[in-house]
């Protein structure tokens, strides 16, 4: 059962690294509801696990994309990342934080809804365009702390390294383009994940990572490899159908997270 299982969690995260890697994603957002369905993972121990493996799968895309970005081109830009990250740090612990207090039933409805949102920002951000930021000076540091705090809360809710609102936000609010948001996107990931990660092991529920310690090891790895073969697949399928296909199975993942949270609430006792 146990090697069943494996066997499973490594195609499954395989499969969803090379979905993300499609659209130059970690994939978190589409690991999610397959730890809470099929492997039947209740929702707090989900989000954990998920935080888990974006650190592995973000901590290695980063030096993965140094061929395409250089190091020094992310640091040239690190006025950027300062100003995401004064806002994301304190959102994540926040979210870490509300999530561990929040009841399992809530938590459903939670990330439900939030995948709902991802879902429509996949369709109508991914493909914008870089030009002109929308704002400078005082009001641009002030957007993004904003939104820095944010993505950061809504990051640790799902677990997810929050690159789905990250890319839109340096290509709008900074004007980054396309190749520099996603490098710079991880860059502000790795540390807002690791506080958020921080947060979640004070609580109980962070046990799940020790109990589930093979498991976690084997979806990180079966997500690096799929994360690598999407995006040797890139450009392969049109963007014009990948996009839209991809938010209808998130929103198909986020109508059953949102009846496992029924199926909670009839488990539980009177």
């Known amino acids: 059962m146990t090697m069943k299982r494996n066997t ?14 499609l659209i130059g994603l970690g994939g978190a957002e589409f690991r999610l509801p397959l730890l809470i369905g099929p492997f039947g993972f209740a929702a707090l121990e989900a989000v954990i696990l998920n935080k888990a493996m974006s ?25 950027i990342i300062v100003n995401l990250l004064a806002g994301s740090l304190a959102g994540a612990w926040l979210g870490a934080g509300w999530a561990t ?32 930021p929308l704002v400078t000076g005082t009001a641009q540091i002030i957007a993004g702390v904003i939104a820095g705090l944010i993505i950061g809360i809504v990051a640790s809710l799902l677990g997810v390294a929050g690159g789905e609102l990250l890319i839109p936000t340096l290509i709008l609010l900074f004007g980054a383009d396309i190749k520099l948001a996603g490098s710079l996107s991880l860059a502000v990931s790795l540390p807002t994940m690791v506080v958020g990660f921080t947060r979640y092991s004070r609580d109980q529920s962070f046990a799940v990572i020790r109990s589930n310690r093979t498991f976690l090891l084997v979806m990180a790895l079966g997500s690096i490899l799929g994360a690598f073969i999407g995006g040797r697949l890139l450009g392969i399928v049109p963007t014009v159908v990948l996009l839209p296909t991809l938010a209808v199975i998130i929103v198909i993942s986020a109508i059953k997270v949102w009846r496992q949270r029924n199926r909670y609430r009839q488990l539980q006792p009177l």
């Open 101 to 132: 207090r929040l009841k399992s039933e809530t938590l459903y409805k939670v990330i439900a809804v939030l995948l709902l949102m991802i879902a429509v920002v996949l369709v109508f951000g991914h493909d914008i365009a870089a030009g002109s």
């Open 55 to 79: 650190l592995v799968v973000v901590a290695f895309a980063l030096p993965f994309r140094a061929a395409t970005v250089p190091f020094d081109q992310i640091a040239a830009h690190w006025p």
């Open 8 to 21: 499973g969690a490594f195609l499954g995260g395989g499969l969803i690294g090379m979905l993300g890697g």
